[in-house]
């Protein structure tokens, strides 16, 4: 089972940017697809992107389009999400996840990834 640990979170300003890292470890770190989900407080947590096992594809959700870049480097088992031009309604806590199978109708949703890491909180003021 692959084991997924989050860093990068703080407190900016609207505007600012930040750059969200996933550190995976446990097994063959190219054999997932892996996504980003945020939950804000008293809100069920929501997909904001992912990315292929290549990195050759990227989802993004309606939301952060244009503003958010998901990324992925296979040699250092790290996916990145570099979030520009933040808002205060992507104050949330930030969660990586991974899946071994998961098929292109389905990667947006949450039930179908079976790894989850700890997440980090982004908080973003006005």
């Known amino acids: 089972q692959v084991q997924l640990v989050e860093s990068g979170g703080g407190l900016v300003q609207a505007g600012d940017s930040l750059r969200l890292s996933c550190a995976a470890s446990?097994?063959?770190?190219?054999?997932?697809?892996m996504g980003w989900f945020r939950q804000a407080p008293g809100k069920e947590r929501e997909f904001v992107a992912a990315?292929?096992?290549?990195?050759?594809?990227?989802y993004y959700a309606d939301s952060v389009k244009g503003r958010f870049t998901i990324s992925r480097d296979n040699a250092k088992n790290t996916v990145y999400l570099q979030m520009n031009s933040l808002k205060p309604e992507d104050t949330a806590v930030y969660y990586c996840?991974?899946?071994?199978?998961?098929?292109?109708?389905?990667?947006?949703?949450?039930?179908?990834?079976?790894?989850w890491g700890q997440g980090t909180q982004v908080t973003v003021s006005s």
């Open positions: 996840a991974a899946d071994s199978d998961v098929l292109p109708n389905w990667i947006s949703k949450s039930v179908t990834y079976d790894a």
């Open positions: 446990g097994r063959t770190f190219s054999d997932y697809v």
């Open positions: 990315i292929t096992r290549t990195g050759d594809k990227t």
